[in-house]
Each structure stands twice: as C-alpha cells, then as structure tokens.
C-alpha cells in the first residue's frame, strides 16, 4: 500500500504521536518509518485523497505536534511514496541533505508575509507623476473614439503599475530582511504585489511580527499587509 509522508526528523526525535490521526476519511494509524539517523512519520495513503478541511487539519496538526518537541521537515499536504520501504531508502540516499536541512530549520518558524496596494491611490500617483498619462487621459476623456490613445494609455499604466509595484517590493523586503534569517519569493499574486515568506528563530519572532507591523505603519493605510502564521517552514525544505 502507498505511504503517506508527513514529516522527516532526527531519529532521536521524542515522536509524540499519541492522540493524533491520519489523513482519510477513515484514517489509518500514524507510524514510523526509520533510518539509523532519521525517522519519516507515516500513514497509509487512503485512496482519493483531496485537501479537505479536516485532512488539511490533521496533517497540520502532526507537524505542529513534531515541531514542538524539535526539528521536522514538513511535507507538503498531498505527498505520497510507493511504500514503506521505498521511503526507508530515501531516508538512507538523502541522509546528508536531510541532515543539513533539519539543522538549518530547527527552532525556526515561517511567516508568510502579503502586501496589497490600493487601485486608486496607485492611479493617482501615477497621473500625478506622468504628464503623458494626463495627456493621454485627457485626450481620452473627450475624445472617445480615440482607441489608439485608450492603448497607449493602458500600456503605459499597466507598465507603471508594474515598475512601482516592483520598487515598494524591494523596498518592503529590504526592511524586513534583517529581521529575519533567509526569504523565498514566491512572486506576485492577483491581489498582491509581494509574496514572500520569512524563516525567522522561534525566540525572535515578536521581534519579527514588530518590524512588519511598523513597516505597515509606515506604508499607511493605501497599503494591505497580511501577516499569516507562525508556519511549518515548508518554503525553506
């Protein structure tokens, strides 16, 4: 039967794993698979997984138990291995790297940072800063069968939006990065201009959540910014 892999940790990891259950509807009991210098907690995989809240939940709750008691690298919801013993050898081929990782993570967290921009005070700035885009609007305005003029004035705000968006990006990222360890930017979203996420030490992690709320401050309210955790460190695996 497939494997279903939480998370790899130190063998000598305390591995509480009382009260806790697997991923499925029915799930199965937690396990251990081990190595002579690490250890993957496991399950059966159940047939027809899909993220529903309550596997979504008891996934995160395996890692929340295993990162309170030490370093783990979490496995993304969803990852499956042939078998147990295929996942033994995998822990065996990749001790080094597994090794380097978990030093790296232990005792840190992940914080997942977004920052929106208000439409209109974006706009505003830009017709505030560009003649041509004034020029352009005008002319727009009151001409309306002015189509080659709409274009050159949606490529011109497209390409502004994207450049100042780009600059209050490294500008945010510059201030918070010495809050924190490393970043991973996970790029634009939709909705938000910067995405990226923080490792950060448990024990500095007011710190960090301080330096972002003054950074928000100081952005003011055109500025959205979304503060999500502390994480497993999933981003820095």
Not at 129 to 153: C, F, I, Q, W, Y
């Amino acid at each position: 039967m497939a494997t279903y892999i939480y998370a790899i940790t130190a063998a000598d990891h305390p591995l509480r794993l009382d009260g806790l259950t697997g991923v499925g509807e029915t799930p199965s009991g937690l396990r251990v698979v081990q190595s002579e210098r690490h250890a993957a907690v496991v399950s059966d995989a159940p047939a027809g997984l899909r993220a529903k809240r309550r596997d979504l939940v008891a996934h995160q709750s395996v890692l929340e138990r295993l990162m309170a008691d030490g370093a783990a690298l979490p496995m993304r919801f969803g990852l499956v291995g042939p078998d147990d013993d295929e996942v033994r050898a995998a822990l065996v081929q990749e001790q080094e790297t597994y090794a380097q990782r978990l030093a790296e993570l232990d005792g840190r967290l992940e914080y997942n940072l977004k920052v929106a921009r208000d439409e209109d005070s974006l706009l505003r700035e830009i017709l505030t800063g560009s003649d041509e885009a004034r020029r352009l609007r005008d002319r727009t305005r009151d001409n309306p069968d002015a189509h080659g003029e709409k274009v050159a004035l949606g490529e011109l705000v497209s390409r502004e939006i994207e450049a100042r968006n780009a600059a209050a990006a490294e500008r945010i990222g510059g201030l918070l990065a010495p809050a924190a360890e490393r970043a991973s930017d996970a790029g634009p979203t939709k909705a938000h201009f910067l995405n990226v996420s923080y490792l950060v030490p448990r024990d500095e992690a007011a710190a960090f959540s301080q330096a972002v709320h003054e950074t928000a401050e100081k952005y003011g309210d055109d500025y959205t910014f979304s503060l999500n955790g502390p994480l497993p460190p999933y981003s820095f695996v």
